[in-house]
């Protein structure tokens, strides 16, 4: 679904995104709401004659190392937090993911899917190739690997400003890592996909990134065995902060610790020790090891083409491999995440 300028809402600022709710509030007209649009494929379109975007509400308003916090409203691209966080050695916790991959967009802009000759075609024109903003992926609730040592998007959200259905501008928690201050909000609005309100500002609890990464890979004959290593894995005390079964013959069951040098240096050879049973196992570290699940976030593995259709299904671990075979009966691929 592409969009045009006479359809398309961009205010700069609250006021202006206030103004235009009030106004669609009084013509009783439904508006579709977004930020950069890099998620219009997901869920059911959206039935309205205009759209309301956030992408030229952007900008870092409060950063705080010292004191973990940091606010920015709610147009502004992830990568441009990311890079402001990584220059103090901090991280967002929740690992959110980039989603062009999913729908068929390649990060420069460019469909994955190439042409007859082999190019790559030319960039999409519909905004799905502009990186998510901060808005879309706490409206969204979306969460990385990292989950399920850490929680989701939704746990690390402190506050948040947002304009209701009648144009009100209104507020909910704070700015500080201890706060009472009214109705908490935050995890209402997380994962409501703008039905309940548009958030304008988001304030976010950051922490410290790890000082080193390291990813156990074992080889294993089927994905059901791959949750068995999971499970083990996740089961033993050396803090996984990442699993996942990716496809291939063989499959790869994928573990990840990340702390301290020395730390994860103990761990992976302890947690090696117990992956032997399973398979062969191999290691992936630093860099490697983080772009591994930079792939794995991103769902990069199922390499997606632009006609085929996604589905994300929620079920516990031990049905993800009766998923993954009925996905292969139809033609289709899976990977399994256990965040």
């Known amino acids: 679904m592409t969009r045009d300028a006479d359809t398309m809402l961009a205010p700069a600022d609250e006021a202006g995104i206030a103004a235009a709710i009030a106004a669609a509030h009084a013509a009783r007209e439904p508006i579709a709401v977004e930020g950069n649009g890099s998620k219009r494929g997901l869920l059911r379109p959206v039935q309205a004659a205009r759209t309301l975007s956030t992408r030229n509400l952007t900008g870092i308003t409060l950063y705080s190392p010292a004191e973990l916090v940091l606010s920015a409203r709610a147009g502004t691209p992830i990568p441009e937090i990311e890079a402001a966080l990584a220059e103090k050695g901090q991280h967002l916790i929740a690992e959110p993911p980039d989603t062009r991959a999913i729908f068929g967009v390649a990060p420069d802009g460019a469909r994955n899917d190439p042409t007859p000759d082999g190019a790559r075609n030319d960039p999409v024109p519909d905004g799905s190739d502009r990186p998510a ?27 948040i400003r947002f304009v209701n259905g009648e144009g009100e501008v209104l507020r909910s928690g704070g700015r500080v890592l201890k706060n009472v201050t009214g109705l908490d909000l935050c995890k209402l609005l997380a994962g409501s996909y703008g039905t309940l309100g548009v958030m304008t500002e988001i304030t976010l609890k950051v922490l410290p990134a790890p000082e080193a990464a390291a990813t156990l890979l074992v080889a294993v004959p089927d994905m059901a065995t791959g949750v068995r290593a999971l499970s083990a894995g996740l089961g033993s005390p050396f803090g996984v902060s990442g699993a996942a079964v990716l496809p291939g013959e063989p499959a790869l069951a994928a573990l990840r610790i990340e702390d301290f040098a020395s730390s994860v240096a103990y761990r992976t050879g302890r947690l090696r020790e117990s992956m032997q049973g399973f398979g062969t196992v191999t290691m992936l570290e630093g860099e490697a090891s983080r772009a591994f699940w930079r792939e794995v976030r991103d769902a990069a593995p199922l390499a997606v083409r632009a006609e085929e259709a996604v589905w994300r299904i929620s079920v516990r671990p031990s049905a993800g491999p009766a998923v993954a075979e009925a996905a292969a009966a139809l033609g289709g691929r899976a990977l399994l995440d256990w965040g």
């Open 133 to 159: 903003t901060l808005g879309g992926i706490v409206a969204a609730n979306l969460s990385g690997p990292r989950r399920i040592a850490w929680g989701a998007m939704r746990d690390h959200v402190l506050g």
